[in-house]
């Protein structure tokens, strides 16, 4: 019954939200041409891409003076993920004549492809298509006032041999008022146990209280004004404990305590008692990749868009997340976090490609040598147990 309750509930405001798409699909625009920058071939011939970009090249893919609104974007790319790596090449954004970017990610994360992993991921903004997550896909509004640039660059080791793209835009003589500038930012971290003690559930005693956020994840830190619009939330977990006891904490404007402080990782990804063991999408949130492990080892990827329920802030917005319950666990984090803000801002440096690499998968056959050397600490008795 619940499950049914909920399906209705789930269908009745997405169908509230595409009516209203609908609805506004009707009105008539003034002063408002569609153009697109694409890797269609100049000469009239099939080779509808760029070529050979060099692992150290940048190359600028689309550079538009004026007024205008990003409405779409694809890309995909050779060769395939297991020769160029998604998580070295670099896209970056900048809006309104700034020489810094205000968005910048590694590809694949930005669309929802994690750690180089390639896989179909399906949501209202951002998408990874068949074959197997290769087509990137963006429909979040980039809108700018002095003209736009983007740039690929590829940090990979080896060379990107082709590149197709589609950027459609709508060229205005000015933006409407109010309009933010879009932006987005990733982060990755490995974070530590307090302690040193992995005491998920309370298994070796009482943890320390965690109020003010200290040593939580961060998935944004933004000064200015604006709403924050969603994160794309990768978590490699070494462990099968459960990781989702870990909870959010949003500081909105400087405060010292949050806000908005949630009761769980699962909860705030709108998911309960614990991860799904399958992965479902949502046009809103959803678990695109589950980690097919024991318990909660592997590489998870959760997803949550704050389109329907911005959060706002008038002059800052740091958005952190406990990696378990008050900080207790080993974790290989991952986020790309995005929002809009009044005018088009510096978001921090990104990790570099060292920083970025990908932690190799532990899985059930590690767990038993860890616990063939403890049975040789212990003495290597036959009937050793392991507690």
Not at 155 to 169: A, K, V
């Amino acid at each position: 019954m619940k499950t049914i309750l909920y399906i209705i509930i789930c269908s009745f405001f997405t169908m509230q939200a595409y009516a209203q798409e609908m609805t506004d699909l009707t009105r008539i625009r003034e002063k408002a041409r569609s153009k697109r920058v694409s890797s269609y071939d100049r000469s009239g011939d099939n080779h509808d891409n760029l070529q050979r970009i060099a692992s150290g090249e940048k190359r600028t893919i689309f550079d538009v003076k004026g007024a205008g609104i990003i409405q779409h974007i694809w890309f995909t790319m050779g060769p395939e993920p297991d020769k160029l790596s998604r998580n070295d090449v670099i896209i970056s954004m900048y809006w309104d004549g700034n020489d810094y970017p205000s968005v910048q990610s590694p590809i694949g994360p930005f669309f929802g492809q994690g750690w180089n992993d390639s896989y179909l991921f399906t949501s209202a903004p951002l998408a990874a298509t068949p074959v197997n997550g290769m087509g990137l896909v963006s429909y979040f509004a980039m809108p700018f006032a002095k003209g736009a640039r983007i740039e690929i660059e590829n940090q990979s080791g080896s060379e990107i041999r082709t590149l197709y793209f589609y950027i459609d835009y709508v060229e205005m003589d000015e933006l409407p008022p109010n309009t933010g500038r879009f932006h987005a930012w990733y982060n990755k971290a490995l974070t530590g146990a307090e302690d040193s003690v992995e005491n998920e559930h309370w298994m070796f005693g009482p943890g320390k209280p965690n109020k003010t956020g200290k040593n939580n994840y961060l998935v944004a830190d933004i000064k200015g004004k604006g709403h924050f619009a969603g994160v794309n939330y990768y978590v490699h977990s070494p462990t099968p404990f459960w990781y989702g006891e870990g909870d959010d904490m949003i500081f909105i404007d400087g405060e010292e305590r949050p806000s908005l402080h949630g009761t769980g990782t699962e909860d705030y990804f709108n998911t309960s008692w614990g991860a799904p063991d399958k992965p479902y999408s949502t046009p809103y949130f959803g678990y695109a990749k589950i980690n097919g492990e024991k318990g909660f080892l592997g590489r998870t990827h959760i997803y949550r868009f704050h389109i329907q329920d911005p959060i706002y802030f008038d002059t800052s917005l740091r958005f952190t997340i406990e990696h378990g319950s008050m900080n207790v666990m080993t974790l290989d984090l991952a986020s790309v976090a995005y929002w809009y803000q009044s005018t088009a801002s510096r978001i921090p440096a990104i990790p570099n490609a060292a920083a970025r690499r990908p932690r190799p998968l532990i899985g059930p056959a590690d767990i038993h040598r860890w616990r063939d050397e403890w049975r040789k600490s212990k003495g290597n008795g036959p009937t050793l147990w392991g507690n």
